[in-house]
């Protein structure tokens, strides 16, 4: 945790954010806007079309941070729907124009920050743990996921975005006089693809974040307020049937997003509809506030990470058994090479995650089953990590098993310089752990490690043969002799 005063800037699709936070007494000094930041028709992050609102504001912010005698101070970005590339150019213009360097923060960081602050704005605004479904309503897309005693359990992306929507309606106003209703059905056919997981039809609490607030709603600031549902249903109708001029005078909104109250709360609708709420909760806890909890990863993120990798593991019917033993295997190998590999903690959450869902790609075809693997976590990210660093699981994935990061091999030679050599010593350590339990029979019920020499002596207390396992230490434990300069030794103590 840094200490002093730290200034946290956040560019986000519709408005640039400062924030100057006292974290000795946890205490906001102060918070400049932006303004509004007008949003594409093609990518809501509109970004480059912006650049130059974006450089005056952030000469701004660095005025006021001089003000304040802030010297700690971070520039991040909200990816939202922009590529990689571009997200490069917009680096490289910043840095030009500001001397700022800017972290870019995806989707599913951005969520997971959400959600941990809602999760603590729970405990600190109602005294109770989060128990219940919670909706962010983005501009792009949204987010809903399930929370049981405080703990993350899933989540699930929602293809319904508060700017999209509005975006649909100006095109359907110019066929139809009812767009809303247009609107209605598709976001139910939306939501249509939740309803073998969520149709228990019980009654289900629902927290939401990003709806437009009232004006006389003050004291909702950065809390969660119990939202009588008759209320809600008044002001939905009658925001059916008012202009934009009006709903612009009584929610707090500027010009720009006024367009997008109407579509918050027909999602919201379709939503309780979707989940039979009985009990709805609003927050406007923002991206701001999870910005937060993403830099300083808290045990929320870290933990809502691991829950994540094993309900991927749970989908694609991955082992659970041999699961857990590679993990404690690979970890307790993490921890006795650390002098050696010199990584931190945060490679060993990798590390982790990449033992839970090394073999989720047998549920496509156990042959080739590690670049499947691969390809499922390409295509299916874990919420809390950056794209980086779902890479880094995705890559020790494919290479846990047969296949080796040869300088030949293209997936190897396309990654990022700076995580190759990462990305090899992870995959070592899985190999080997992994090769321990070749059978997924777990005959292994103790390991001790030792280091003598240049050896490293693994030994365990079986209670079978391990003709199965020895071939397979002696085939994967090549690649982590070449990493490591050790040579890897199976002693095998107490065999019945």
Known sequence: ????????????????????????????????DSGSLQVGKQRIGNYPENIDTIESNLLGFKRIMKDYDVHNYRLYGSLIDMNAMTGKYIA??????????????????????????????????????????????????????????????????IDLGKARLSQLAD????????????????????LEYLVPELGHGKASTLY????????????????????????????????????????????????????????????????MRLLNTNQLYLTDINEINGLEQIVNENDQIISMIKTEADNLAVRYGADSDHKQFVTK???????????????????????EVACKVDDIGNFINPQGHYR????????????????????????????????????????YMQLDSAIQLQVVQLAAILRVA????????????????????????????????????????????RLFTEVYGLHPQLIVEGEK
């Open 329 to 351: 295997v690979a970890l307790q190998l993490y921890d006795a090479l650390k002098p050696i590999h010199r990584l931190d903690d945060h490679y060993r959450l990798l590390l």
């Open 1 to 32: 945790m840094e200490k002093g005063l730290v200034g946290y800037m956040y560019l986000q699709p519709d408005r640039l954010t400062l924030r100057i936070i006292d974290t000795d007494k946890d205490q906001l000094i102060t918070e400049a």
């Open 92 to 157: 490289s213009q910043i840095k030009v124009r500001t001397g700022l360097d800017i972290k870019w923060i995806n989707k599913n960081q951005r969520l997971a920050g959400i959600l941990s602050a809602i999760n603590n704005g729970v405990q600190k605004s109602l005294k109770k743990s989060l128990t219940g479904y919670v909706l962010c309503l983005g501009l792009s897309i949204s987010d809903l996921a399930y929370f049981k005693d405080g703990n993350y359990v899933t989540s699930w992306e």
């Open 171 to 190: 095109n359907l106003r110019q066929t139809t006089v009812t767009p809303s209703e247009i609107i209605t059905d598709y976001i139910s056919s939306k």
């Open 434 to 477: 992994d090769s321990l339990d070749d059978s997924r029979l777990q005959k292994i019920i103790h390991v001790r490690l030792k280091l003598v020499g240049n050896n490293l002596q693994i030994r365990v207390i079986t209670t079978d043969d391990l003709v199965l396992e020895g071939w397979a230490f002696q085939k994967k434990n």
């Open 372 to 411: 499947h693997s691969a390809y499922i976590l390409e295509a299916r990210p874990l919420i809390g990590l950056s794209d980086r660093e779902n890479e880094v699981v995705a890559e020790v994935s494919r290479y846990h098993s047969a296949e080796t990061p040869e300088v030949d091999q293209p997936h």
């Open 208 to 271: 939401v974040q990003g709806l437009a607030r009232v004006n006389d709603d003050q004291h909702t600031r950065n809390q969660v307020v119990a939202y009588d549902q008759n209320d809600f249903m008044n002001r939905y109708h009658h925001l059916l049937d008012s202009s934009l001029q009006e709903q612009e005078a009584e929610y707090d909104v500027d010009e720009q997003s006024v367009q997008w109250v109407l579509p918050g709360y027909l999602i919201l609708r379709q939503t």
